[in-house]
């Protein structure tokens, strides 16, 4: 199995503070492989340099054999990579269904370079947003404005937006924080309906959800990669333990 993503030796440094030091990861196409590590390990930072927002001291991005090292972040939906950010990213005015309008339509003009898009792709778009709110359970919220949304709702709104982009790549950045145990719970199982269907790279906090969901495991720890491997190979590694136990002891 080839690899869709592939980090090679990948550094950034803000002045004095190496966020990420040197990191190799290879993602298999229809994998998912989590990245854990503590709070300030650089993971946030590593998904910065792989989709363009900020751009790595040293190092390549190689997506589907193609160098994308330094491509903007707006060049990324239409080679098939999609984004969900620590923090939701919708705009609460519009309403559910616009909101995913926007990125289904973004994704169109895109490939057909002309802004202006002629009526019968148009409807193409309308396809592709129902289908995206249906497949999160959001159908009956369309009209809504998304800002009533409750939290976990507003979350798996994120996922309709970035499905809608019909992505390969889907790079989730702690799609449970915030979230009631409830609402976790409704998001960990949508994830695990992507799996297989979707190539995701997941940054996520709580343990049990890596565990469960995860094909492979990525360890950072002050912006170096730790270890990696399987979930239980992970889970018995001495220096993974270590370096948790002694952020929390
Ligand atoms: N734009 C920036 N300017 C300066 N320093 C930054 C910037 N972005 C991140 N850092 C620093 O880089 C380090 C790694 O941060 P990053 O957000 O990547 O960690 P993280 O692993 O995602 O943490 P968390 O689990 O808390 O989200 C931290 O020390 C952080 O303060
Ligand atoms: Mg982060």
Known sequence: MSALLEV????KSFG??????G????????????????????????????????????????????????????????????????????FPTLTVA???WVSAYARRETRGGPVLVPADRVEGVGETVRAALAEVGLAAHAERPAAVLAHGDQRLLDFA????????????????????????????????TLKGRYTIVLIEHKMDVVMTLSDRVSVMYFGRLLAEGTPPEIRGDARVREAYLGKRA
Do not use: M, W
């Open 8 to 11: 090679r030796d990948v550094s």
């Open 16 to 21: 004095a503070v190496a966020a990420v030091a």
């Open 23 to 90: 990191v190799s990861l290879a993602v298999t196409e229809g994998r998912l492989h989590s990245i854990i590590g503590p709070n300030g390990a650089g993971k946030t930072t590593l998904f910065n340099c792989i989709t363009g927002e900020v751009q790595p001291t040293a190092g390549r991005i190689l997506y589907d054999g193609r160098d994308i090292t330094g491509l903007p972040p707006h060049a990324l939906p239409a080679l098939g990579i999609a984004r969900s950010f620590q923090r939701t990213s919708i």
């Open 98 to 100: 616009e909101n995913v």
């Open 161 to 192: 937006i970035a499905l809608a982009a019909r992505p390969r790549l889907l790079l989730l950045d702690e799609p449970t924080a915030g979230l009631s145990r409830q609402e976790t719970q409704r998001v960990i199982a949508y994830i695990g």
